[in-house]
Nanobody, 127 residues
Framework: MQLVESGGGLVQPGGSLRLACSAS????????IGWFRQASGKEREGLSC???????LYADSVKGRFTVSRDNAKNTVYLQMNSLKPEDTATYYC??????????????????????WGRGTLVTVSS
């Protein structure tokens, strides 16, 4: 399955961006989608998972600021990012795996265990 992220760019501190993760694969909606990021010189960090509106989770670093959602009709998962900080600057990746708990376990482990990955989209938070 090929995942494609979009929506990255340059934003000022305190601003917002919405990232999207899309795939044309018919099974996309059957997968749990995770969001991860990697800043320059740092390890990859897990941020969030979504299987459905009732099955989501967030890392403490983004809880309350980021919101994940999905539109199954569009085969797209979104990551709404608010109150952005310079330390949010990173390349953001979406990844897919069967099973919500596989994503839940991957988030604290930098994405280990996720099956499919996009190429990433760069988010830069700077004034």
């Amino acid at each position: 399955m090929q995942l494609v992220e979009s929506g990255g760019g340059l934003v000022q501190p305190g601003g917002s961006l919405r990232l999207a993760c899309s795939a044309s694969d018919r099974t996309f909606n059957d997968h749990t989608i995770g969001w991860f990021r990697q800043a320059s010189g740092k390890e990859r960090e897990g941020l969030s998972c979504i299987l459905s509106a009732d099955l989501t989770l967030y890392a403490d670093s983004v809880k309350g600021r980021f919101t994940v959602s999905r539109d199954n009709a569009k085969n797209t998962v979104y990551l709404q990012m608010n109150s952005l900080k310079p330390e949010d600057t990173a390349t953001y990746y979406c990844a897919a795996v069967h099973g919500y708990y596989n994503c839940r376990d991957a988030v604290p482990n930098g994405g280990y265990g996720m099956d499919y990955w996009g190429r990433g989209t760069l988010v830069t938070v700077s004034s």
